[in-house]
Every structure is written in structure tokens, then in C-alpha cells.
């Protein structure tokens, strides 16, 4: 397995600011990505979930992937959602984000239909062979009902057709076997902030997670400080944000995400459809979390 290049920290996936309309506002996406940046964040990742790519059109996720490399002006790396069932769009999107200026795809995987094990292989090859930035997989099973087992993560590695993993995966075992197995060769990112402490812990190189567009600072923070070998200081701030974890979780679409930063001051629209109200207590526990943290007053 070559040596690759290896991005590390925190890579908030940066949410998509809509208007009223359901069109993608361009100027408040940028410089609310600008501010993640200023918070300390490590790079960006744009059409992901949390960015709401599934529910975007072929357009929309190719402007977005252009407002993502404008907003960030090479001051972090950035990091394409180009995920889709397709083989076909899956490479059209990668191409594009390649010759926008991108510095990796990030590509879910394809789910309906599922392909089996050497169809999927086939299906990151393709996507490899049609661009020169690095291709990431972004493995979920408990959104796309399966996940790619560390096996096949070092197959595609060895073979040089990707470079990493967020790897977002409920039992921590599955994300330490893959960087047991890649032994430090590929970049791998935590999927879930409540398991970041331990997976840096046991190797990995970081994390991709949504709280960081809430209290991107405060992520930061746990890595520098693991970083520093300040392992104590790092747990307790890991455990402080718990509470806001577990809110968060209690939804799964961007609502939620989205009226938690509005609390802040940041002016990010609604979610686009289907999604649905936040309930007010939701909220209130949320606001007296964001006072914890002093983040509200």
C-alpha cells in the first residue's frame, strides 16, 4: 500500500443555506462556511447529508460544490459529496468536483440497488479512474443499510482506488479494525462526535461530524487538546457535549441542526421538504445546553 497524502482534524459538513424557494443562497452558504473556517475547522465538506445533497438537484449539487471551493480560498481542504446510486453519476459529479477545484470526493455508498461485494469494488474503480483527486468512501449502515467491511476497505486501498473512510459507524470495533488493517496508510474520519475521543484514541485521523456547524470551536477543541496529549482536558470537554449530542441526534433531518445555529445568530433558512417543526421543548433543552457551553447567555 503507497504512502498518500493525509488530511486530518475536524471537517464539519457544512450545511447548505436555502431560500424560501428551495434555491441554494449562495453569498449566506459562503459565509457561513467563512465562519466554520474562522472557528478553527480543519476543512469542509460540502454536499454531504447534513448539507441536504439527497434532496438537491444535479445542478444544485454541482453549484454547491463551487460555492464550497470559493468560500473556502485554499485556507482548508474541501471535500465533495458526489455519493449516488448510480456508477454513472457518481463519476459525472467526481469529474466535475475534480475540475472545480475540489480536494477529494467523498462518495456514499450506492444502496439501491445493492450492489454485491464485487460490484462495489467496480463501483470505486470506476470513480478512481475518472479523476486525479483522492476518492473517499463514506460508509453509514444506518442510513444506507449496510457498510463496506474493513476487507474491502483494504482491497480498494492496496489497489490505490481510495484514500480514505469516514467511516460512521455505530460499533467503534468496525471503525478500529479498518485502521488496524490500513495501518495508518489511508486517511480515516469518525462519523459520529460522540465516539471522537475514542477513535482518535485508537488512530483515527479525525472526524467528520455535524455538531461541528454548531459549536465547531468546541470540536476543535477536543482534537487540539488530544493532539497536545492533554487526554484528561479532552475527555471532559468530549463528555461536556453529550447532552447536545444526544438532542441533535433526536432528529434526522436538518431542522433541528438548522434552528439550533439560528439560537446563535446565524441566519441559515429551513430545511428543505420533507422534513417538519421542531417541538419547543426540543429547543428549550437545546438553548440550556448552548448556555452550558457558553454559547447563549
Known amino acids: 500500500m503507497k504512502e498518500v497524502r493525509k488530511f486530518h482534524g475536524i471537517i464539519p459538513p457544512a450545511i447548505t443555506i436555502f431560500d424560501s424557494k428551495g434555491e441554494i443562497d449562495g453569498e449566506k452558504t459562503k459565509k457561513f462556511i467563512r465562519y ?32 464550497g471551493v470559493k468560500a473556502a480560498e485554499g485556507k482548508v481542504p474541501v471535500f465533495a459529496g458526489t455519493g449516488h446510486n448510480s456508477t454513472r453519476i457518481t463519476v459525472e459529479l467526481s469529474k466535475y468536483a475534480d475540475a472545480a477545484g475540489a480536494d477529494a470526493i467523498i462518495a456514499s455508498l450506492p444502496h439501491y440497488p445493492r450492489p454485491l461485494g464485487e460490484g462495489l469494488y467496480q463501483h470505486y474503480k470506476a470513480v478512481a479512474e475518472a479523476i486525479n483527486i483522492p476518492v473517499f468512501v463514506y460508509s453509514w449502515p444506518g442510513q444506507y443499510g449496510y457498510s463496506m467491511e474493513p476487507e474491502m476497505v483494504v482491497r ?22 479498518i485502521i488496524r488493517l490500513t495501518k495508518g496508510k489511508i486517511t480515516v474520519l469518525e462519523g459520529y462526535e460522540s465516539k471522537l475521543l475514542p477513535a482518535l484514541c485508537l488512530g483515527a485521523d479525525g472526524s467528520i461530524c455535524t455538531i461541528g456547524n454548531l459549536i465547531p470551536a468546541e470540536i476543535v477543541e477536543i482534537y487540539n487538546l488530544f493532539k497536545s496529549g492533554k487526554i484528561e482536558q479532552a475527555s471532559e ?43 419547543p421543548d426540543i429547543m428549550e433543552k437545546v438553548k440550556e445546553e448552548l448556555k452550558k457551553l457558553g454559547r447563549l447567555r
Open 36 to 67: 466554520l473556517i474562522a472557528e478553527g475547522v480543519h476543512g469542509i465538506f460540502v454536499a454531504g447529508s447534513t448539507g441536504e445533497a439527497s434532496l438537491m438537484t444535479m445542478e444544485q449539487r454541482k453549484e454547491i460544490i463551487d460555492i
Open 156 to 177: 480498494l486501498a492496496e489497489d490505490g482506488y481510495i484514500k480514505g473512510i469516514k467511516d460512521t459507524h455505530e460499533d467503534i470495533d468496525h471503525t478500529a479494525e
Open 237 to 279: 470537554q468530549q463528555l461536556a457535549i453529550f447532552p447536545l449530542i444526544n438532542l441533535l441526534a433526536t432528529r434526522h433531518d436538518s431542522q433541528l441542526l438548522k434552528e439550533s445555529i439560528k439560537l446563535l445568530g446565524h441566519d441559515v433558512g429551513n430545511a428543505l421538504m420533507p422534513t417538519s417543526k421542531v417541538p
